[in-house]
T-cell receptor, first 113, second 111 residues
Framework: GAGVSQTPSNKVTEKGKYVELRCDPISGHTALYWYRQSLGQGPEFLIYFQGTGAADDSGLPNDRFFAVRPEGSVSTLKIQRTERGDSAVYLC???????????FGPGTRLTVL | LAKTTQPISMDSYEGQEVNITCSHNNIATNDYITWYQQFPSQGPRFIIQGYKTKVTNEVASLFIPADRKSSTLSLPRVSLSDTAVYYCLVGDRIGWQKVTFGTGTKLQVIP
């Protein structure tokens, strides 16, 4: 079946703008995760959803970052008032249950000018 | 969360076996060891997971000594396409636990 997909693959925006990044998990996977990866670093956890609810959002850096998963499938990561430091690759992953292997999407490369 | 330590980088010639060792001195009883592979411009890809002794699949082998304080990912006869970053993760498979990737080991396969 299809893997995790993310759109767009690349996003260039200007400082101060609002962006939305979308993740389509593997069908049937109840758990969904967002990570952020800066150049030369490993992925850094942002938020974890179990179903529709955010079960752990302790990785979100500040209140400019917000994520939703209204129907327990597709998720959107929203970043307000973007800053240059937000530039990174944003990765989404999903797993059948929280204790199962996570499968990653290709990521969205966000560039804030 | 058990912290992991692995070499920052390794070089290997094509056709050689590559062993990447990860230290996890504080591994807990319920923790499993998982390895991911990441190519440039792609998300990490699951390679192998184990709890103790040896696990083998079509891609790699994972060796875990009795004390479980370290583990070794073994890639047989590497090719140029195995050039990637390899991450060692340790975590409890029972319920949710935040995953910490670290900086991984950058493997460069040389022709």
């Amino acid at each position: 079946g299809a893997g995790v997909s993310q759109t767009p693959s690349n996003k260039v925006t200007e400082k101060g703008k609002y962006v939305e990044l979308r993740c389509d998990p593997i069908s049937g996977h109840t758990a969904l995760y967002w990570y952020r990866q800066s150049l030369g670093q490993g992925p850094e956890f942002l938020i974890y959803f179990q179903g529709t609810g955010a079960a752990d959002d302790s990785g979100l850096p500040n209140d400019r970052f917000f994520a939703v998963r209204p129907e327990g499938s597709v998720s959107t990561l929203k970043i307000q008032r973007t800053e240059r430091g937000d530039s990174a690759v944003y990765l989404c992953a999903s797993s059948l249950t929280p204790s199962d292997t996570q499968y990653f999407g290709p990521g969205t490369r966000l560039t804030v000018l | 969360l058990a912290k992991t330590t692995q070499p920052i980088s390794m070089d290997s010639y094509e056709g050689q076996e590559v062993n990447i060792t990860c230290s996890h001195n504080n591994i807990a009883t319920n923790d499993y060891i998982t390895w991911y592979q990441q190519f440039p411009s792609q998300g990490p890809r699951f390679i192998i997971q184990g709890y103790k002794t040896k696990v083998t699949n079509e891609v790699a082998s994972l060796f875990i000594p009795a004390d479980r304080k370290s583990s070794t990912l073994s890639l047989p006869r590497v090719s140029l396409s195995d050039t990637a970053v390899y991450y060692c993760l340790v975590g409890d498979r029972i319920g949710w636990q935040k995953v910490t990737f670290g900086t991984g080991t950058k493997l460069q396969v040389i022709p």
